[in-house]
């Protein structure tokens, strides 16, 4: 029996605000790689409207990490890069990112 074993590349949801490009910038100068979505763009060519999708975010076999404080957690997860996490603002924080990482 062969068993083929592929690693999915996260998903980068941004958009033109400043956090995005931080989070593209931190992204860019880890090891990870990455595939990156214009959620605009994204709504044009795929699904429609995303009204409840939260930008910057990264889409992992991890888990979701929604806003740039839990990308700078997601790159110091995988250990690819030594990032400062500032403790966790309540508003940046989802029920369903709790679920994800437990």
Do not use: W
Request: hydrophobic content about 30%; some cysteine.
């Amino acid at each position: 029996m062969i068993i083929m074993v592929t690693n999915r590349k996260p998903i980068l949801l941004i958009d033109n605000s400043d956090e995005s490009k931080e989070a593209i910038n931190l992204i860019k100068h880890s090891t990870i790689e990455y595939v990156e979505y214009d959620i605009k763009k994204f709504e044009q060519t795929c699904c429609g409207g995303t009204p409840e999708t939260r930008t910057p975010s990264i889409y992992a076999t991890e888990g979701a990490f929604r806003g740039l404080e839990e990308i700078k957690q997601y790159v110091s997860l995988r250990g690819n890069l030594s990032v400062e996490v500032q403790p966790e603002n309540e508003l940046h924080r989802t029920k369903e990112h709790s679920r994800h990482n437990t």
